[in-house]
């Protein structure tokens, strides 16, 4: 089956989307000084105090987030997989940024927290989902 025109937006769109991501993630965990200066002393302990299951959680939900966008353009059967993967990290990682750690972020960062973690949730939702059917309807193989 060829591939329709959507798939090659919806997998490039991502991969910007997800690719800005894994740049946070790298710059953040690099505690590269230029993008560090953005975040007031507070946010940037926030980031430096979360336990090591959380920094697993959130490495895997960029880097599989990355990879999916990756196989979806690939036409690999493999995106619902690392993109399902990547959905359940985030999950992971948001519950214990808005439920679990003593300060959450909502505290530091205020409302624009929940606002902005819903939106990559949302993405994650739709873009998993598309995968899933892209998969059941043969795109991917």
């Not at 025109?5 to 790298?26: E, K, P, Q, R």
């Not at 690392?82 to 948001?94: D, P, Q, V, Y």
């Not at 750690?101 to 624009?112: H, L």
């Not at 994650?124 to 892209?134: G, I």
Request: contains cysteine; aromatic residues 16%; proline residues 4%.
């Amino acid at each position: 089956m060829k591939a329709p025109w959507h798939l090659w937006v919806v997998g490039i769109l991502t991969l910007v989307w997800n690719g800005f991501g894994a740049a946070d993630y790298v710059m953040t965990q690099m505690d590269y000084a230029p993008y560090m200066a953005q975040f007031t002393e507070v946010e940037r302990a926030y980031f430096a105090g979360f336990p090591t299951w959380v920094q697993a959680t959130w490495a895997l939900a960029v880097w599989l987030s990355v990879a999916g966008s990756l196989a979806l353009l690939m036409r690999s059967k493999f995106a619902g997989i690392f993109l399902g993967i990547a959905l359940l990290c985030m999950a992971a990682t948001f519950t214990h940024n808005f439920f679990l750690a003593d300060v959450t972020m909502p505290m530091i960062v205020g409302p624009m927290a929940i606002w902005f973690s819903l939106a990559i949730i949302i993405v994650a939702l739709l873009v998993w989902n598309y995968a899933r059917r892209m998969g059941e309807i043969g795109v991917l193989r």
